[in-house]
């Protein structure tokens, strides 16, 4: 108990200091209405998970556009449906700018330097996930990795959750690296795994918690990619590759082509490759692995897609890989995907800090108060989405919904970076699996589980993979 104490101490007094702070600076303020208890609102979040969550506190101060709460260990206002979602995405850089989590700081980027000379960020986004051209080169490698993936026999049990973990987790390192081996990989799963789990978790520092071992995690991951720097500077000295074509073999070898060989930046490198595997794998394998479970549960959904997917596999020779004229041929599959990204939101939101003071719906929100914005704000509204719960993919059809009430992605300057390069990453996977398997459920009524920060099925997802000729 006496170790305890020193850090119980040290917690008591940040969140004092905190508070008194925020009071002095929050005096005489007409804060939105809500509950800013930290303990209440995160067990809350916790026990109940983040739809009901938001459901309840968007009911309860109904018909405020806006609360406060405190999640993830941060006091914030949390502004509700398009209009909210609008507010925030448009005024980035005006009146908000994004702000992260103590815990995904200090568990993800302690060491994170921001350097303008020699910045590995301005690759990754000169790659411009976007770009068809850009996207084309990955679509070869996302099919090899799902068909290898994917039992070859037909009368298999998979679990969903962990293969499409696989799956994304190997995309992710592919992105960067051409080297990324499956062994190497399958050590590495565990530590990221942590680390995702830790990232808006609160952040006490005591042994066992979610966030310490989100920082322990941290510390592996990074020395493993460092350690996969440092064997890429050996290659690049022993083949030449850093004196000259410039161009460099992957994403990895442009951005340390645009240094020499540095501690600082190699960790720099190294952190932001972390980084950015922990955005992107963890939320492209919970939306793969919410459209399994709807098409395992829907059948007439399942026969929809399977209809279009034939139709591309026909136009092929058995071994032919997809192409980017494919993935623009799937629109229903894709219809299918964003109703499943509509119902079960792989990222729960986001933060943003206010730059300056400003009002809202009557209410101020004081310079350096965060707010925050959410899919479960307005992907369950009836007024949005007629019969909200039922899943039907004719919504996205048209113009589909209004704008800024379907936000997965988020929106506005800071939208996510890897959207189109997500979408085919699940298309590619749908493919292969309809084309090759019927689904059947092992746990029949298997339910998607809301946590705090996403919905997981209950036990994993197992799913028997049948033989279409059955
Ligand atoms: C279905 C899968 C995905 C979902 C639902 C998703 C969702 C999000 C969301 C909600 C944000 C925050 C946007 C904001 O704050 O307004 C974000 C940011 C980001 N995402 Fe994704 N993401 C996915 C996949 C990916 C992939 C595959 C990559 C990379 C290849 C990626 C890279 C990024 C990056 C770099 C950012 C930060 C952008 C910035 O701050 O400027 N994401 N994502």
Partial sequence: MESFMPYLLSLLLLRLSLYLISFVRKKGKNLPPGCNSWLRENLSLNLIGSRFFFQHRMQKYSPAQVFKTSIFGVEAAVFCGAQGNKFLFTNETKLVSAWRTPSLRKALLPAFVANNKKNPVAIFRSYDLAKPDALRQYIPVMDAVVRRLLPERPNSVVKMLPLSNKYSFELAFKLFTDAAVPEVLE???????????????????????????????????????????????????????????????????????????????????????????VVSYDS?????????????????????????????????????????????K????????????????????????????????????????????????????????????????????????????????????????????????????????VTRFRLEKVIPDEKMVFHATRAVPAHGLPIHLHPHSN
Wanted: with cysteine.
């Fill in 330 to 433: 799937m629109k229903y599959s894709w219809n299918v995907a964003r109703e499943s990204l509509r119902l079960l939101p792989p990222a729960v939101g986001g933060f943003k800090e206010a730059t300056t003071d400003f009002t809202y719906a009557g209410y101020t929100i004081p310079k350096g108060y965060k707010t925050y914005w959410t899919p479960h704000s307005s992907h369950m509204n009836p007024e949005y989405f007629p019969e909200p719960e039922k899943f039907d993919p004719s919504r996205f059809e048209g113009s589909g919904p209004p704008p800024y009430t379907f936000v997965p992605f988020g929106g506005g300057p800071r939208m996510c970076a890897g959207k189109d390069y997500a979408r085919v990453a699940i298309l590619v996977f749908m493919h292969n699996l």
């Fill in 284 to 328: 492209t394998a919970s939306a793969i692995t919410a459209v399994v479970h709807f098409l395992a549960e829907l059948p007439h959904i399942y026969q929809q897609v399977l209809r279009e997917q034939m139709e591309i596999a026909k136009s092929k020779g058995p071994d032919e890989p997809l192409t980017w004229e494919d993935m623009e």
């Fill in 187 to 277: 050590k590495l799963i565990e530590p990221f795994g942590l680390l995702v789990n830790g990232m808006l978790a609160l952040p006490i520092n005591l042994p066992g918690t979610t966030f310490s071992r989100a920082v322990k995690a941290g510390q592996v991951a990074r020395a493993e990619v460092m350690r996969m720097v440092k064997e890429r500077r050996k290659e690049m000295r022993e083949t030449g590759e850093s004196e000259g074509d410039g161009e460099g073999r992957d994403m990895l070898s442009k951005m340390l082509l645009l240094s020499d060989e540095d501690e600082e930046y190699d960790a720099m490198v190294a952190n932001f490759v972390v980084g950015l595997v």
